[in-house]
């Protein structure tokens, strides 16, 4: 960001302005949209294809904190992370909407990089933005985005269709964006302590670019596609592990065993860990917005599931609806709970 004093009030501009500001040069990139910006609603032609819907509220102070999250990246989450859920549907997300309040203390340089996020993110995955709503707030950042995705009727996947036996598969690593966080909070904090002090964020890249700069796993989607898996249900990991075991085994109304050995940390968020003195599975487990997928297949699948690198096997699906066991490294049963795990006290 330039300096204070190269700012534009947002206020210059008036509504009219800054909508036409931030949404010039949109290219409309697929066919189902009809309408973008500039009516009183976008039009969308799914024909053929079911809509998928999901929306999210980022609210600052909330969901991020201004201090150390740049606002192109803060754009770039908001969009990626609405796209994570139509994946998580075996969808692929077509357009979005979004919705922005903004304080009188943004500067329209401010609004334009969250917005070069947002149509950053759009362009990297394909998406339309379609439309939204701009006003003020008394206080603080509010971004909502809007999703619509489509999937073919006989695609779509939902929490509740795994069954027993079925394996427990996840994408990617676990815990990366948790211990990410944790080093924002400590450099916020010994920056609010002593505001001479530099932040001291080298050798930390992958723990970082997982907190601030998501991705959602189009890949994966594409990559079972091709590999003709279809998952009997899906979730996408918002809040951690164990919250999302909880709900596919709730809505299947089933039990599952995972393994901890089988949990996929990536090598610096173990070194993160260490510095934290934190056990890894703990943060895989409660950690979230790792926005990685967690999926059942059939056993049946389990020889094509193997050709898939970005894909680990850490569990399977069990018949007791009550059960929520993680198999520790060294052979014990213990319960998972949806919200933390009380492994440390015992
Ligand atoms: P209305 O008065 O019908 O709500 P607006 O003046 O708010 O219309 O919006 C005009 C057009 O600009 C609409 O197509 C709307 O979807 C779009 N739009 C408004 N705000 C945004 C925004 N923040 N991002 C993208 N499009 C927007
Ligand atoms: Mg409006």
Known sequence: MTEENEMTNINELGEFGLIDHLTKGI??????????????????????FQTLVSTDLLVEGIHFDMMYTPLKHLGYKAAVVN???????????????????????????AVEEIYEGIRTACTNYGVDLVGGDTT???????????????????????????????????SGDLGGAY??????????????????????????DYA?????????????????????????????????????????????????????????I???TLRVCEEFKM??????????????????????DFSKIGQLEKVTVIGHMTSDANEATLVSVDNQAITLKAQGWDALKS
């Open 208 to 264: 970082l670019g997982r907190q601030l700069k998501p991705e959602a796993r189009q890949d994966i989607v594409r990559e079972l596609a091709e590999a003709g898996i279809l998952p009997t249900s899906m979730i996408d990991i918002s809040d951690g592990l164990a919250s999302e075991v909880f709900h596919l085994r709730k809505h299947s109304g089933l039990g599952c065993r995972i393994y901890e050995e089988k949990l996929p």
């Open 136 to 170: 003020t707030s008394k206080s603080g950042l509010f971004i909502s985005v809007t999703v619509i995705g489509q999937a073919k009727a006989d695609q779509v996947c939902y929490r509740c269709g795994a069954s027993e036996n079925d394996l427990l598969c996840v």
């Open 179 to 204: 211990m990410g966080l944790l080093l924002l909070e400590r450099e916020k904090a010994v920056f609010k302590a002593n505001p001479e002090m530099q932040p001291d964020l080298d050798g930390y």
């Open 27 to 48: 290219e409309l990139v697929n066919p189902s949209t009809k309408k973008g910006v500039g009516d009183d609603a976008a039009v969308i032609d799914n024909e053929g």
């Open 83 to 109: 796209f994570s859920d139509i994946f998580a549907m075996n969808g692929i997300p077509k357009q979005i909407v979004v919705g922005i309040a903004l304080s009188s203390r943004f500067t329209l340089e």
């Open 279 to 300: 056990v890894p599975a703990i943060a895989a487990l409660n950690g979230g917005e790792d926005y990685e997928l967690l999926f059942t297949i059939k056993q049946d």
């Open 266 to 268: 990536h090598a610096e």
